[in-house]
């Protein structure tokens, strides 16, 4: 596709599921970046994938956070035992080479964790 | 470590008068630039860039911003607002030495009326 694509775009869980969110970047777009978009708060960084390299998961909030990136490109988002506050917009996005290149954005997912 | 502020939550600004959105940052290094805009119900698209040069940068939508390494700001500036541009804005900053994630500000709700 033309942009980033983020599925599903809304996802309504129960407390203590597990939740998969999934990022498909521009096609040859070797940066790939997980942010949350918490209401009224801004955008938390979560982790930074850039080709072979090992991610940056330095933003990663707990144990219950994780993410991969296959063939260096689709990327999913796991939340295990998810929790209220959870509750969240998350936003994909990729870029060329990372760098000082600007980052496309996905249109996002939003969790609601009852 | 590299951080942003935006000091003002909310912007208001009467159409056809000029508007300043405010960015301060810090990083270690030298910075990489940006702002992003985001519109009701629609994903963040990229404004405009500072990477190195000429400290006025100009983008989308007749926006500037003007890069000032003394005050370690990069405030967003519009001559002349229009209703249109009521959206949220955020400044980011990404290290040149660390060309990895991005950190952002908080947002800045800018509202233009007639």
């Known amino acids: 596709g033309a942009g980033v694509s983020q599925s599903p775009s809304n996802k309504v869980t129960e407390k203590g599921k597990d939740v998969e969110l999934r990022c498909d970047p521009i096609s040859g777009h070797t940066a790939l970046y997980w942010y949350r978009q918490s209401l009224g708060q801004g955008l938390e960084f979560l982790i930074y994938f850039q080709g072979n390299s090992a991610p940056d998961k330095s933003g990663l909030p707990s144990d219950r956070f994780s993410a991969e990136r296959t063939g260096g490109s689709v990327s999913t988002l796991t939340i295990q035992r998810t929790q209220q506050e959870d509750s969240a917009v998350y936003l994909c996005a990729s870029s060329p080479f990372g760098g000082n290149e600007k980052l496309f954005f996905g249109s996002g997912t939003q969790l609601s964790v009852l | 470590a590299q951080s942003v502020a935006q000091p003002e939550d909310q912007v208001n600004v009467a159409e056809g008068n000029p508007l300043t959105v405010k960015c301060t940052y810090s990083v270690s290094g030298n910075p990489y630039l940006f702002w992003y805009v985001q519109y009701p119900n629609r994903g963040l698209q990229f404004l405009l860039k500072?990477?190195?040069?000429?400290?006025l940068v100009k983008g989308s939508y007749g926006f500037e911003a003007e890069f000032n390494k003394s005050q370690t700001s990069f405030h967003l500036k519009k001559p002349s607002a229009l209703v249109s541009d009521s959206a949220l804005y955020f400044c980011a900053v990404r290290e040149k030495t660390n060309a990895g994630k991005s950190t952002f500000g908080d947002g800045t709700t800018l509202t233009v009326k007639p």
């Open positions: 500072y990477i190195t040069g000429d400290n």
